[in-house]
Structures are given as structure tokens and as C-alpha cells.
């Protein structure tokens, strides 16, 4: 469903953003199973799509004023500016892939007189988060010592300009595809393997071609941002994910959840001058839209949450960013190439110690990287051979960016920006750096006409600033560089894409918005998963860390949930591990009308949140995968035609009542999922559903497993999969075909077993149950309820009685 007519769909959670709260946060619940619903504002965009022409990149930003849909989102306030990303997968389809935890000691706030207090969360407590994250983004620092890695200028000169200066430098973490999979040897340009989770633009990727062009996109796929991991295994185990959905408010239901209102920006394909507010509702609400969005969001529906702290818009800050430029680096008056569009944007970290770190006088922390950027000439003339069109391009370029800093205090920024360029700063001698560290985070999110307004200054960092820039310029004396500020600076202006605060966490409401945990106070139910919750800047990039506490929050929030009895398993399964159930599974909230049994079929009921009192529940998981062709009606040829795409799903099935399914001849239980019905609106959640195991079928010696799915694709048009396996007497080898093989037909309409005769067929074809994932599922059987391990017994007793039955031995 998309939250169209009718009353509001209902899920157990909402995910607002793919960022690396939302994403982390989605594919823990999923996996747990929970229905989950993740809506981002922009759009997927796979290996390959990134934009590349200056008539593309003019094309992408977000203004969906403007008619624009783009990914890089920029904001404007007073003393800073802002990018950030809109598109499937966040911050993370343009940051620079670098994983580094947050420095054990710099867990702290600064008090005016100069002590200290300890953040809500420690390195500790975030540890263990650290490694799972660490793990599933891939990992892995620059491989400077192989062959051709070790031809990367840049990174050499850093590292050698830290060893005189006495600083420490390193080879930072990176979400980076050096090899075809994890611990292989590196190389360029090799096909990525790909996980068991899959991919979900199922496009090819390959490894990283060191190109310097992750913070645009990274067209190989090497670059492992959150669409290739988080989010691909958060789709495998049935999380909804809806892009071009836009959150625009929000609110407490009455008795409990909450309430989202959206647009759907594909609805302008329509041509409707206002988009229609569309609704859902859930249990639990986790907010991941990031620092701006997500404040944003709280402060435009603060009416709607009485008694929300007055912490909210507070502690932000920038991560203590700050761009730089070395200019024409010399080695004994000869130029010194550093080419830095050669390798990933960032391969190398030089730490300024802290006076936390026990060196007194040193100052607030920072870190000190290289930066990257592509091949310029290349990028933007490739594909232009007419002259006008390149001016067109240029103009509106030149035109967004005038409008970006029009409210400068001084003059504009032209000749500054034309004096930067033409002096080097991106020519081989030349290489830009990127400062970050703990800043003084008083700054303060709010609302000025409706729009979201920022009140941040440099002056209360100034000492901070001043420490990295001095720094940066003894890095250009070692490398014979000239220094120069980023134009901005002397404005006071810093731009950052590490926004951080707005909703902080604290121990109480007075100091924050939100606990320890990422809960709301007050709010039960209520997360906020991504940079808004940090109460301080990181130090280093923030993303490892916002993910962490994100994996964190799963963790607790799937721990309460079992608590208060408000669905997902009985305890949070780990990482890796598939789900206990699905959302209409023992232990999975109940979600009312929205799913029940399809109507005009037998004996059926809806499975319980939680088992009935003396009963016992039974639920698994099933996942099959085939092809059907479209204007076809027989299974057998849908599955092999021409013209046949691909059909899938993934089921709970539950059987609310294990005795009575075992002992009623329909054998019924209630199926939750999705059908995913390429080139038909992809996956689409299962409204209501049956399972009918081991039914008789007039003949002695057969039995039918038959399978009906209510949903609705992405057309609107209602459709009804309606399949069954055919266990038909034979010889034993004849079970795993007879089991594993469905045949299916899609009927126009929600479509009632007694009502099929007469329905119109419009697709058929086979779908199948992979070796591997039937070894998964036997994985994924759980009860709920008095003598589980009885009841599972009884049924396996059942299950192996009916097969002796079908294909045992005739009687003499």
C-alpha cells in the first residue's frame, strides 16, 4: 500500500530517512520481524546514475519548489551553510567513507569553567555497536602498500608532513570495495561479490578505480554506502522502502503510535498542482531525516508533542569543519605533483591530541585529512560538443551558487572564487584539506517564518579553528605549498556536511530531548536515530558514530518492545540473525482490519499479537523466487516465455492456534510479507493473506499447500496471487520438487477462492524455494505459548505423517 484512500495503513514502526540512523535502524527491525516501513524523500540512485554533465549536475539539487529532485540539498543560515543529501541512502551517497569511533576521552561536554561533564553514552556502551557496524559497511583502510594503491601522491606527502610536524597519522577506516570480497587481494575494477542479502538495484559493482568521485556519487558501486548493505538487507527481510516519499508532519495517536503524514513526489507525474497528503500510522516512529530534518520535523509539530523538552534546536554545531587549499607544492623548486583526484576522496587522518588526552595546553581535538575531487576537465566538458549548451549549463550553475551565498555580509565571492581557481587550487601541485574537531556546540536550531533558521557563530570556536588552520599551514611549509583559507573563512562563514545536534540526548528533559537510548521524553515509542541526538560534535566524522548508537537504539527499542508486549520477538535476535516472525507473528502487534483472512475462504483467523491464553502459536518464514509472463494464463509456459519477469516473496506464516491448525482439514494459517513483482511496482506489501498446508484435493494420495496474497501494485490496481503446490503420489525423490515448486497466477482484483473460476488471469508462471533458503527456514520456526517445543513436535510429527501418506510405500 502507499497510504492512499481509506483508512490510514498501519505498521508496527516508521522509518523516516535512509541516512545512517534510518538505515542502521530499518534493517535491525526488519530482521527482528517487525513490518517496517522506511519513507525517504529522494531518489535510489544505482551504480551509474549518478550525475556526471554540467546540465546534470544543474539538475541536482533538491528544491521540489523548483521542479527539482536532485541529491545535494543545501542549506543557508547565518555563520554557516550546509550540504547535505537527499536520496536513497543519505549522507552516505556523498560523504567520504571514512569509519573512525569517536575518541574514548572526547565523550564530554566543556563547562564554562573549564571541567567537564560525561556525555549520556560512553566509548563503552558503544563498542560492541562499533564492531557490528564496522563489519557490515566493510571496513578497511587505504591498501597503500599494494600495487597501484601505492601511486597515490597525495597520501605519501600527508604522511610525511605529519612525521615532521610529530603528529600521528593514520590510514582511516574506509566503506570502500578495494577487493571482490572481504579479505581478498585488492585490485582495480573487479566484480564485487555479492552478499547473501543481495543488492536492490541489482546492478553490478565493481572496485574501486581511484577515481576521487565519492562525494559525487560513486558510479562504480565500489563505494559501500548504506543502499549496497544496510539498506539491501533491510528490503531482504521485508522492510517496506518507499522513496520520493517525503515526511511532512507528525503526531501522537490517541491510545498509543503515532501518525505520519507525506507526499508521494511521483504523484507530480500526474500533474496535480498539490501533492495529496497521504497518512500511516505505527506503533513506533523513528526519526532519521538527519540533523536538519529531523529538528526541523519536531520543531513544525511541537504543538502536536506537549511538554517536548526545551532542549529541542539546541547544541548544534558543525563538527568543527573547516576547508583549506595547498597551492602549488614544491620539492627543491620542482613542482611536487599531489594529484589529489587520484584514489578515494580521503586515504589518510593526522590527530591533534587533545588536553583531554592528558597533554596540557594542547587544546580541543581535532583531525586533519586529505581531500579529493574529481578530474575536473574531464568531468565537466565530457559529453559537450556544443558550445551554447555548455554556456546554458554554466549559467544556471553559476546562477543556484550566486543564490546560495547572496546573503553574505560583504561583497560577493566571485573574485575570490576566481583567484582560488585560477591561482591552482585544483591542478596536480594542489591538494585540499579538511579540518574537523570538537567545536563548542551552543548553537541553535529554530524556526523563523516558518523555515528552519540556524543561530551558530565561529568566534566561540575560534581558538579551535585557529589551532587546525595553524597546523594546515605547517603541513604547506613541509610540503612547500602556499596556504590558502577557504574564501569564506574570513567572513566568519564555515560550510559543513557534518550538521550535528537539534534534538540532543540527555540525561533528563532539561538537558535533552531525548535519553540515552534515542527515546523522546515523554514520547514512548518515539527515536530520533541520526545526528540531531548527538549532544556534542564527534571529533572525527560523525557517521560511524551515528550508525553505532543507531544499532544501539535497535537493540533497546526491540528489548522494550518485548517488554511492554507491543510486537517484535521475545528478545532481539543477533545481528545477522533472521527475524523470529513477522509482523503478524507470536510476539508481532496486531494491526487490526488491515490483515486478516482473505474473505470467502475457510476457517480463517488472525493470528494474535501475542498467543491466546492456554494456546500455542506456531510461525515461519518462507522465501520463493520464479518468473511469470504478463497476458499469459498457463504456469508452465509463464515460466519459461520470452517475455517473463521476475516474481518473488517472503512470508510469515502463522498459525495462531497450532492444535486446532493441525487438527481443522483447511489446515489455514495467515500469511504477512511481500510480493515483489518486477516492472510492476517492485515490492509491495502483502494486505491479507492465507496458508493452507496439506489440503485434500478429491484424490486419495494428493494434497495441495496453497497460497493466497492480497496486494496492491504499483499502479494501484488491486491483485491477487493465488498459487499451490502439488504433492502428488510418487517415489521419494519426488518430495523436494513437490515441495519447493508453487504455481502461480496473478488475478485482476482481490479475488475470494470461490470467486476465482470467473476472475480474469493476468500473468502466470513457477516459483521455487532455493536449497539455501529452505535451510534458513528451518531456521526461523518459532511458538509462543505453553509446551512450545511439544507443540513444534506435534506439527513436525504431522508435516512428516502427511508426506509418508503422499509418497510412502503402497499398501500390499
Request: with cysteine; net charge negative; glycine share 14%.
Amino acid at each position: 500500500m502507499s497510504g492512499g484512500d481509506g483508512a490510514a495503513e498501519h505498521v508496527d514502526a516508521v522509518v523516516v530517512g535512509s541516512g545512517f540512523g534510518g538505515s542502521v535502524t530499518a534493517y535491525r527491525l526488519a530482521e527482528a520481524g517487525q513490518r517496517v516501513v522506511l519513507l525517504e524523500r529522494g531518489q535510489p540512485y544505482p551504480p551509474g546514475s549518478f550525475p556526471r554533465s554540467p546540465a546534470e549536475m544543474g539538475r541536482a539539487f533538491w528544491d521540489p519548489d523548483a521542479g527539482l529532485y536532485g541529491m545535494y540539498d543545501v542549506w543557508g543560515f547565518k555563520g554557516c551553510d550546509s550540504v547535505v543529501s537527499a536520496g536513497l541512502g543519505g549522507g552516505s551517497l556523498i560523504y567520504a567513507n571514512v569509519l573512525l569511533r569517536k575518541d574514548e576521552r572526547w565523550f564530554v561536554h566543556d563547562r564554562p569553567d573549564g571541567g567537564h561533564e560525561p556525555w549520556p553514552v560512553s566509548r563503552a556502551d558503544l563498542d560492541p555497536h562499533y564492531d557490528a557496524v564496522e563489519r557490515m559497511m566493510g571496513a578497511t583502510p587505504y591498501p597503500l602498500d599494494r600495487v597501484p594503491y601505492d601511486d597515490t601522491p597525495k597520501t605519501h606527502a600527508l604522511q610525511d608532513a605529519a612525521a615532521e610536524l610529530g603528529l600521528h597519522s593514520t590510514l582511516p577506516p574506509l566503506a570502500v570495495s578495494f577487493a571482490a570480497e572481504p579479505g581478498g587481494a585488492p585490485g582495480v575494477g573487479l566484480p564485487i561479490a555479492e552478499p547473501a542479502y543481495g543488492n536492490l538495484h541489482g546492478t553490478r559493482r565493481l572496485t574501486c578505480k581511484l577515481c576521487g568521485e565519492c562525494d559525487i556519487g560513486c558510479n562504480e558501486g565500489s563505494k559501500n554506502s548504506l543502499d549496497h548493505n544496510y539498506l539491501s538487507a533491510a528490503a531482504h527481510h521485508g522492510a517496506d522502502i518507499r522513496t520520493s516519499h517525503e515526511v511532512k508532519a507528525i503526531r501522537p495517536r490517541p491510545g498509543g503510535g503515532y501518525e505520519v503524514d507525506y507526499v508521494h513526489h511521483a504523484d507530480l507525474a500526474a500533474r496535480k498542482r498539490r501533492l495529496p497528503i497521504r497518512k500511516i500510522t505505527c506503533d513506533r516512529l523513528v526519526l532519521g531525516a538527519g540533523t536538519y530534518g529531523t529538528t526541523y520535523l519536531l520543531l513544525k509539530s511541537r504543538d502536536a508533542f506537549p511538554g517536548l523538552s526545551p532542549a529541542l534546536g539546541t547544541r548544534f554545531c558543525g563538527n568543527g569543519d573547516l576547508l583549506t587549499f595547498l597551492l602549488r607544492a614544491k620539492d627543491r623548486n620542482r613542482v611536487r605533483p599531489l594529484n589529489a583526484s587520484r584514489g578515494p576522496v580521503i586515504t589518510t587522518a593526522i590527530r591533534l591530541p587533545d588536553d583531554l588526552d592528558g597533554v596540557p595546553g594542547a587544546g580541543r581535538g581535532a583531525y586533519i585529512q586529505d581531500g579529493g575531487y574529481p578530474g575536473f576537465t574531464d568531468w565537466i566538458v565530457n559529453g559537450f560538443d556544443v558550445r551554447g549548451e555548455f554556456e546554458r549549463a554554466v549559467e544556471f550553475l553559476w546562477g543556484r551558487f550566486k543564490e546560495f551565498f547572496k546573503d553574505a555580509p560583504d561583497t560577493n565571492l566571485s573574485a575570490e572564487l576566481s583567484d582560488l581557481i585560477g591561482e591552482g587550487a585544483l591542478t596536480v601541485s594542489s591538494l585540499p584539506l579538511l579540518g574537523m574537531g570538537r567545536e563548542t556546540a551552543d548553537g541553535r536550531l529554530r524556526l523563523k517564518d516558518g523555515r528552519l533558521a540556524a543561530d551558530w557563530k565561529a568566534e566561540t570556536s575560534e581558538e579551535l579553528f585557529q589551532r587546525v588552520r595553524k597546523t594546515m599551514r605547517g603541513i604547506a611549509d613541509v610540503l612547500g605549498a602556499d596556504y590558502a583559507d577557504n574564501p569564506m573563512w574570513f567572513r566568519k562563514r564555515i560550510i559543513t556536511v557534518h550538521p550535528l545536534g537539534g534534538a540532543p540526548m540527555g540525561g533528563h528533559p532539561g538537558e535533552g530531548v531525548c535519553d540515552a537510548f534515542g527515546e523522546v521524553f515523554g514520547f514512548p515509542g518515539l527515536y530520533i536515530a541520526d545526528g540531531a541526538a548527538m549532544p556534542g560534535p564527534v571529533g572525527p566524522n560523525p557517521s560511524l558514530t551515528i550508525a553505532a548508537q543507531a544499532d544501539r537504539l535497535a537493540t533497546r527499542l526491540l528489548e522494550t518492545s518485548a517488554r511492554r508486549g507491543a510486537g517484535g520477538p521475545t528478545a532481539p535476535p543477533a545481528t545477522g540473525a533472521e527475524p523470529a516472525g513477522g509482523a503478524g507473528s507470536p510476539g508481532g502487534a496486531g494491526n487490526g482490519s488491515a490483515y486478516g483472512p482473505v474473505s470467502g475462504s475457510r476457517g480463517g483467523t488472525r493470528g494474535p499479537s501475542t498467543a491466546a491464553a492456554g494456546r500455542t502459536s506456531l510461525s515461519f518464514t518462507e522465501e520463493m523466487k520464479g518468473f511469470v509472463t504478463y497476458g499469459e494464463t498457463d504456469t508452465r509456459t509463464g515460466e519459461l516465455a520470452e517475455g517473463r519477469l521476475p516474481l518473488s516473496f517472503r512470508l510469515t506464516i502463522t498459525a495462531a492456534d497450532t492444535d486446532r491448525f493441525l487438527a481443522e482439514p483447511g489446515h489455514e494459517a495467515t500469511a504477512r510479507g511481500w510480493v515483489d513483482a518486477a516492472g510492476h511496482g517492485g515490492r509491495r506489501p502483502v494486505e491479507q493473506g492465507t496458508f493452507n498446508l496439506f489440503v485434500a484435493d478429491g484424490e486419495q494420495d494428493r494434497r495441495l499447500m496453497k497460497y493466497r496474497l492480497f496486494y496492491t501494485d504499483g499502479e494501484g490496481r488491486r491483485r491477487t496471487l493465488s498459487g499451490h503446490k502439488n504433492v502428488l503420489h510418487g517415489p521419494p525423490t519426488r518430495i523436494w520438487p513437490d515441495t519447493s515448486t508453487l504455481y502461480v497466477r496473478l488475478l485482476d482484483g482481490h479475488v475470494a477462492e470461490d470467486e476465482e473460476d470467473g476472475a480474469r488471469i493476468v500473468a502466470a508462471g513457477v516459483l521455487h524455494i532455493q536449497l539455501t533458503d529452505f535451510a534458513r527456514q528451518l531456521t526461523t520456526f518459532r511458538t509462543a505459548g505453553p509446551d512450545g517445543a511439544g507443540k513444534l513436535l506435534h506439527f513436525g510429527r504431522f508435516f512428516a505423517g502427511e508426506l509418508w501418506e503422499v509418497y510412502g510405500p503402497d499398501p500390499a
